[in-house]
């Protein structure tokens, strides 16, 4: 076979050896480029999974009540009964003898028996990603709620979210409320009483209220009595009552971490005689 | 064979009759010996790097023929781009002048076109050959053999005689 049908001038042996030199080469380079391209796809999609579980893991709620809190306020979030026109709203557990009442809003204070509901309502969104969702449900149904207090369970919108991976059960919170002086008034506090949220969960081992006002975030951890979970706003500083409030549950268990937030209307319950006018404001 | 060693299993038997396949598709295009050898060398480099996907298919022939003549018209394109001013001054060598519009006529073509050309006029395959080189149909290599020999035609005019240039090869 040798060299008969041989084309070129270099030998056989030395064609081939440098052959064979120049495919290793170009195999040895093919192979990493292949592994560079193997690494890159791995490494791109570990990064895009890490951000992934970043994203879903940080699903506080914080940041969305703090736009909510923090932001100019609209118009439309005057609550109705305000000090603009107090008489709407009923006093609350400010104190319990104090129930002025008033023509617009005697149906609140005849319909829950305690006369602590002051026709405040509460409208909650958990733990959605998209802080409009919430802050637009608020400004929507509040000013329709806050001169019945009955409806305000039939506003109240809860869900829960829950750590995808999980099979215990996430907390669950429900049943959000105020109390001041031990006696519960619903839905709304007054601007100038001591008020305490309390709220009931199941599967949680831990329990943070935040809230927002005058554009800071506060945050108190929550006390347990069996399912009883609740914490003390103390006195809300301001009298700012046309702007309500956003409150958070975070309610964290072995199952996952649940958030529930709340927007309650500050009620002025302030006794007629001495609430400011609009003329004053 | 003693200078080389792990040879891939059936590579040293195939090459030399694919070492010359390449080697005589690259001297129609190059018109250079030692060029074409370089093509042809490189051209068995990058089938010793595929062997394992080349080795056992009918088509591992065609695959070198169509390497090689790749290389070579990027060959003579680079060659025309370098040395243009000495290719003007030789413009009596009818040649060189035929290898330079054949390869800028060749690299017009539409690629299939330019691969059924290269492998049935300058790599001496038959249609069948090529189609299984390709892995079209053989009424697909007629196709495109016709519109490409018609585009080349077209463009090289009296330049050259293909048909003549296929019997010779």
Redesign the interface.
């Known amino acids: 076979m040798a060299d008969r049908d041989w084309p070129v001038a270099t030998p056989r042996d030395e064609m081939l050896a440098r052959v064979a030199a120049r495919g290793t080469r170009i195999r040895a380079v093919r192979g990493a480029l292949n592994a560079l391209a193997v690494m890159t796809v791995v490494g791109a999609s570990t990064l895009g999974v890490g951000a992934a579980l970043r994203a879903v893991s940080d699903s506080s709620p914080s940041t969305e009540v703090d736009n909510v809190a923090i932001g100019p306020e609209p118009p439309t979030l005057s609550v109705p009964g305000s000090s603009s026109n107090p008489s709407v709203t009923v006093s609350g557990g400010g104190s319990s003898s104090s129930t002025p009442g008033s023509a617009v809003g005697s149906t609140t204070s005849t319909s829950e028996p305690s006369g602590t509901a002051p026709g405040g309502s509460i409208t909650s969104s958990t733990s959605g990603r998209t802080g409009t969702t919430s802050s637009s449900t608020s400004s929507s149904s509040t000013p329709g709620t806050s001169t019945t207090a009955t409806s305000a369970p039939d506003t109240t919108v809860t869900s829960t979210s829950q750590a995808p991976t999980t099979t215990v059960p996430a907390p669950e919170v429900s049943n959000l409320r105020f109390k001041a002086d031990g006696v519960y008034t619903g839905q709304s506090v007054c601007h100038e009483a001591e008020a305490t949220v309390a709220v009931e969960i199941t599967g949680a081992d831990a329990a943070v209220l935040k809230w927002n006002r005058a554009g800071r975030t506060h945050r108190v951890e929550m006390v347990a009595e069996e399912n009883l979970w609740s914490a003390s706003i103390g006195e809300l500083e301001d009298r700012a009552t046309d702007v309500p409030v956003v409150i958070t549950v975070e309610a964290m268990g072995p199952g996952g971490t649940t958030y529930e937030s709340a927007i309650v209307e500050v009620a002025d319950c302030s006794p007629l005689p001495s609430a400011p006018s609009e003329s004053e404001a | ?4 060693t792990r ?1 891939p299993e059936g590579f ?1 038997e195939a ?2 009759p694919l ?2 396949r390449a ?2 598709v690259a001297r129609r295009i190059l018109g250079d ?1 030692a060029a074409a ?1 370089d093509v ?3 051209a ?6 595929h ?1 394992g996907k080349i080795a056992l298919q009918p088509w591992r022939e065609g695959w070198v023929v169509r390497v090689s003549s790749n290389l070579a018209l990027d060959a003579v394109r680079k060659r025309s781009r370098t040395s243009s001013a000495v290719v003007d001054t030789e413009v009596e060598d009818d040649d060189v002048v035929i290898r330079l519009a054949l390869a800028d006529a060749l690299s017009l073509l539409p690629r299939r076109q330019r691969e059924v050309v290269v492998l049935r006029h300058l790599g001496g395959l038959s249609e069948a050959e090529c189609a299984q080189a390709l892995r079209v149909s053989p009424g697909a290599v007629k196709t495109h053999l016709h519109r490409g020999l018609a585009a080349l035609r077209t463009r090289l005019g009296p330049v050259m005689n293909l048909e003549g240039a296929a019997s010779h090869g």
Do not use: N
Not at chain 2, 44 to 49: C, L, N
């Open positions: 064979m003693s200078g080389v040879l040293d090459f030399d070492f010359g080697f005589r010996d050898e042809a060398a490189e068995m480099a990058r089938a010793y790097a062997w």
